[in-house]
């Protein structure tokens, strides 16, 4: 992800890439709780969407709360088209 700049809509779309697989290894995790692979596999996910999130934040504004930089920018995304609306990404 961070060897090259990607667009608003890439960018997004790796969000929900590593989001899916976030999710997936916690309902694993959830019946697996030992499992070492599946603890190393939702780390590095998670490390990634965390990264994501924070690139576009940067970029584009924040996506969740724990992305804002500051209470001043916390609802600045409200003036932004939402991704799907038209002309959001």
């Known amino acids: 992800m961070t060897e090259k700049n990607l667009s608003r809509r890439e960018l997004l779309d ?10 997936d ?7 697996h709780p030992c499992n ?3 603890l190393e ?3 590095e ?8 999130l924070r690139e576009y934040a940067r970029c584009y504004g924040p ?4 992305t804002a930089a500051s209470d001043s920018d916390r609802w ?6 939402w991704p799907w609306q038209e002309g959001g990404c």
Not at 25 to 31: E, G, I, R, V
Not at 45 to 52: H, T
Request: proline fraction near 2%.
């Open 41 to 43: 596999y939702f780390d």
């Open 36 to 38: 070492k692979e599946a």
């Open 14 to 23: 790796f969000i929900n890439v590593v989001s899916f697989a976030v999710d």
């Open 76 to 81: 600045k995304w409200i003036n932004e088209p």
């Open 45 to 52: 996910f998670k490390k990634q969407r965390v990264q994501a």
């Open 25 to 31: 290894a916690k309902l694993f995790l959830d019946t």
């Open 63 to 66: 996506l969740t709360l724990d």
